[in-house]
């Protein structure tokens, strides 16, 4: 059975939680205190963060790589598209989350004022640049959800926890997110304390 180390409030390890849930498989998932991280932990992953993925002799880190691999491994429903050149641009969007959006949430959890405000109005340009999107189209990559909608919404969920408000001009966005939210493996892969950070 694959077993996942996962923070109870890492954006990260909700993104795993997300994959597994979807796919509706047999799986552990084992709560870390990401203050006070175990010692076999960082003997499993030498960044000594969550989320990490066992399975057998198999340990895996980063969030992206154990969902393609989850995804590969249980292919039903397919989250990364099958077309080679879709796939490709999917993790460019990847790619391109990790570099635009959640390079931010250390910043927005640093408790620095200044530090703070500087990653919220980052976050806040990025995804108001990306709303129009949905004006269109119902998930990141057109009609199917995908892996790309999985990456996002941690972030989109944590939007009022980090005290991030988008304007008028992102409602398609906000209409977007409340589609993901309303997914079953959505609600059952969150903690109690991720559904603490939305009243």
Known sequence: MMT????TTDPYSHRCR???FEKGMDFQVIDVDVNNMPEDLAVMNPYNKVPVLVERDLIL???NIINEYI???FPHPQLMPPDPVMRARARLFLHRFEQELFCHIAGLESG?????EKARAAVQANLTQIAPVFAKQKFMLGDEF???DVAIAPLLWRLDHYGIHLDKDA???MK???RIFSRPGFIEAMTPAEKAMRK
């Open 146 to 148: 995908s892996m790309l």
């Open 176 to 178: 977007y997110a409340e």
């Open 71 to 73: 995804d590969e491994r």
């Open 4 to 7: 996942l180390y996962s923070g």
């Open 61 to 63: 880190y980063e969030a």
């Open 171 to 173: 409602t398609p966005l």
């Open 18 to 20: 997300f994959v597994l």
């Open 112 to 116: 620095n004022a200044k530090v703070v």
